[in-house]
């Protein structure tokens, strides 16, 4: 029998827009820094900035930033990894609401 809350991952995922994919990276990253998982925060970081688009101009900002976050995580500084993130997170949720808000 199939795990239902995987099953329910899986499809959030699925059914997820670009925008809400982002989002789930950011809600990935900061809880494994509530873990203090330095391997785990690392990769969500290279996977978020593999995702960036240099044509567009906030792509550099946010790759200092990920790479200032992968440095911190080395460190062990998990918190102001999350006073960095958590309000980028925060603007992304926001954009995806009203990104879902104009299409449905």
């Known amino acids: 029998m199939r795990n239902p809350q995987l099953v329910y991952q899986q499809q959030s995922v699925k059914n ?8 789930k990276m ?18 969500i970081l290279s996977t978020l900035i593999t995702g960036l688009n240099f044509d567009y101009e906030p ?11 992968q440095g911190l995580s080395r460190k062990g500084q998990y918190e102001e990894i999350r006073e960095v ?13 009203q990104n879902k808000a104009k299409i449905g």
Not at 17 to 23: A, E, H, N, R, T
């Open 59 to 69: 792509a550099g900002q946010l790759f200092s930033l990920y790479k200032y976050c």
């Open 85 to 97: 993130l958590e309000p980028l997170r925060d603007a992304w949720q926001e954009v995806a609401g």
């Open 26 to 43: 950011y809600d990935l990253v900061l809880q494994a820094t509530y873990r203090e998982d330095d391997k785990r925060v690392r990769e």
């Open 16 to 23: 997820a827009s670009p925008l809400q994919l982002v989002v």
